[in-house]
């Protein structure tokens, strides 16, 4: 379960709501099945050395207080595992990585977009077709859309773009 926070808390950015409430709901889970786990390490050393530990009906008690704090936590983790795991482990990685896709796209349409920014300011973008027209340097002329993907061309072959970069 802790592998699964882990996972999770890497792909918090990729829907922040969500996962936020997700990952808490792992973590939760994940600290439940940790101390369930070391409580259940402890009965095992009660019983390997009980004599270390106290009497037979001192540790008897220990043992019988360790058995239902183990039936409290599985009663608290149960139910949040149900949530958790509602989907099939097949379809909670197909949704993720489709987020995790859709998240690099909108990432490198940002970063396209903080570069036009940066080249406009420097003037090395020309924002218009008819200025890409003008563009003797013998640069590399990019036709795209706002959007980031290949321009329009209309019939007379000649594109609709916005921008082109040029040096």
Known sequence: M???WYHGRLLAKVRPKWMSRY???????????GEHN??????????KHP??????????????????????????????????FLEKPKYIERRMLEDWE??????????????DAELSAAGMIKESAADADKD???????DVSEKGEPADVDDSGSSQTHKSVVY
């Open 2 to 4: 802790k592998y699964h």
């Open 23 to 33: 990952n808490a709901s792992v973590k939760r889970i994940a600290d439940i099945l």
């Open 38 to 47: 070391d409580v259940a390490a402890l009965r095992v050393l009660f019983l």
């Open 51 to 84: 004599e270390r530990y106290g009497t037979y009906h001192e540790v008897r008690e220990l043992l019988k207080l360790i058995d239902r704090r183990q039936q409290e936590l599985w009663q608290q983790a149960e139910p949040l595992g149900h949530l958790i």
């Open 102 to 115: 859709r998240w690099k796209t909108v990432q490198a349409q940002q970063a396209s977009r903080d570069v």
């Open 136 to 142: 003797t340097a013998g640069g590399v002329i990019s």
